[in-house]
């Protein structure tokens, strides 16, 4: 059985960087948008959905996390953690310098973290935004102009670009969570070894009750259940009203998480597990 894959495209963005980096030859398809990815895996075009979730610069992706919450709620089957190096890149043809160039293209969040460089060595380039980092080495590549993208290697391979600054991002400890979507659990064979299981969790607080967030972090602390994440986003129903998403580093049990389950629900809030699964750390 082939397992297909897709994941936020073009060729050369860091989510088909990691799929390359986790998965073997499965058919891989790339998506133009996040929300496309995820449908794709609901209405079962195919197999696995990789799509990001979280960098540890820029924060969360917040249209992944908005669209599994409101849109499509699939289960997450695994996380990959990935290195993140940016790079500026250049047609191959282009001999000018930092000064020369007019404008800098890639996703927002690659530009967000490599604000400091742009600032100071590229203060005159206009920054124009794209869905993707793969979308902008292809728009990089198309001619030979004064147009430079940020990037990682795969992009300058895939598109036959010039790497005119290496590591130009801020921050050396850059890394991307993604999320591993399917609806069958069995067929996700990623070939390294997980390095801890996670169970994320989606909470929703009873209203005008003081002291609620309070009373749900208690249920975690006192069975000492490690908590590595806590969200609070927009339920979209009116001003004030969030509900929480909280990763706890162990995997789903028939103790310990009933028991947080049943406390919560006592106290009026909604509990949902979105998922247990084993995180992987890749090394590019």
Known sequence: MTVSIGYLGPKGTF??????TAFNGENKQSFDTIPECIDAVEEEKIDIGVVPL??????????????????????????????????LLVHPEFTGGLIDIREVHSHSHAIAQCHQYIHQHLPDASIRYTTSTGKAAEIAGEKNTPI???GN????????LRIMKENIHDYPNNHTRFLVLTKNKDIVKI?????????TVLITLPSDKAGALHQ???????????LSKIESRPMKTGLGHYFFIIDVNQPYDDVLFPGV???????GCNV????TYPVYQMNI
């Not at 389950?261 to 006592?266: I, S, V, Y």
Request: aromatic share 4%.
């Open 54 to 87: 979280e960098n540890a610069i820029e924060g969360t992706v917040q249209l992944t996390v908005d669209y599994l919450i409101h849109q499509v709620r699939l289960p997450v089957a695994a996380e990959i953690v990935v290195p993140i190096q940016q790079h």
């Open 216 to 226: 749900v972090l208690s249920a975690f602390a006192w069975r000492k259940m490690n």
């Open 261 to 267: 389950k049943g406390e919560l629900e006592a106290l």
């Open 272 to 275: 949902t597990i979105l998922g």
């Open 15 to 20: 989510t088909k960087l990691a799929v390359d």
């Open 191 to 199: 070939k390294h070894t997980s390095i801890l299981d996670k169970t």
């Open 153 to 160: 290697r795969l992009a300058a391979s895939e598109y036959g």
């Open 148 to 150: 430079a993208a940020i």
